[in-house]
């Protein structure tokens, strides 16, 4: 059964500083995803990450993967206050010739950005 | 805005009662995934239909069904309904064809339920 852990789950972090949220996943997958989530809202999608060594920026997140280690991470820059949200990330199920695509989702790291 | 639509936006309905969620996909999406999240269970992949065929089953109670029809909108049907199943109910859709390609997976704004 693939399990995914997010750590920290709570983060309260002052505007400007840099941060790292970590995701950590029990079976083989090359397909991560990183979503954000305002509080009563939708899943944003942030980042899809397909394979070893994929990094992807945008503005001050950027996320990583490492498919040997199991282990995605989501790097915070100089946090500003509208960063403040749930940021989930996810693993795919997906089975090669399979077809299924079911996520399993990380409790989520609550992030906020304090002035 | 996804381009996922999801009726009701919210329901409040009784133990033991019958509701239905609808949801379009973006405009041109074959697949379409459920999702529950409560603050107990957190986000959880319920089922997944691609063009109209059950694809996969994740942690999806026996009183629950789904089905995707022609047009690719589906609905999720929740049944003898308990106080537990109150959650925020999400769809997702995403072009996934089999041959997956990372497509980015769209969901929409939820359905909140609410079993009192």
């Known amino acids: 059964e693939l399990k995914v852990e997010q750590n920290p789950l709570f983060l309260s972090m002052q505007e400007g500083k840099n941060y790292t949220i970590y995701c950590n996943y029990s079976?083989?997958?090359?397909?991560l995803y990183w979503y954000r989530q305002d509080p009563g809202k939708s899943l944003e999608s942030l980042f899809v990450?397909?394979?070893?060594?994929a990094v992807k920026q945008e503005g001050r997140l950027m996320a990583s993967l490492d498919t040997k280690a199991r282990l995605s991470t989501l790097h915070i820059t100089a946090a500003v206050h509208d960063l403040s949200a749930t940021y989930f990330c996810?693993?795919?199920?997906?089975?090669?010739?399979?077809?299924?695509?079911?996520?399993?989702f990380g409790k989520g790291t609550h992030l906020i950005i304090q002035p | 805005d996804s381009g996922v639509t999801q009726t009701p936006k919210h329901l409040i309905t009784a133990t033991g009662q019958r509701v239905t969620l609808r949801c379009s996909p973006r405009?041109?999406?074959?697949?379409v995934y459920w999702y529950q999240q409560s603050l107990d269970q957190g986000l959880q992949f319920l089922i997944q239909?691609?063009?109209?065929?059950?694809?996969a089953k994740g942690n999806i109670l026996e009183r629950f069904s789904a089905q995707q029809f022609p047009d690719l909108h589906s609905e999720l049907n929740l049944s003898s309904l308990e106080l537990g199943d109150s959650a925020l109910y999400f769809c997702?859709?995403?072009?996934?064809?089999?041959?997956?390609?990372?497509?980015?997976?769209?969901f929409g704004e939820g359905s909140w339920l609410t079993v009192v």
């Open positions: 997702a859709s995403s072009e996934f064809t089999g041959d997956w390609t990372g497509n980015t997976i769209y």
């Open positions: 079976t083989t997958s090359d397909r």
């Open positions: 990450l397909l394979s070893n060594g």
């Open positions: 996810a693993v795919s199920n997906y089975v090669s010739g399979g077809g299924a695509d079911g996520l399993t």
């Open positions: 405009s041109g999406d074959l697949s």
């Open positions: 239909y691609y063009n109209g065929e059950e694809r």
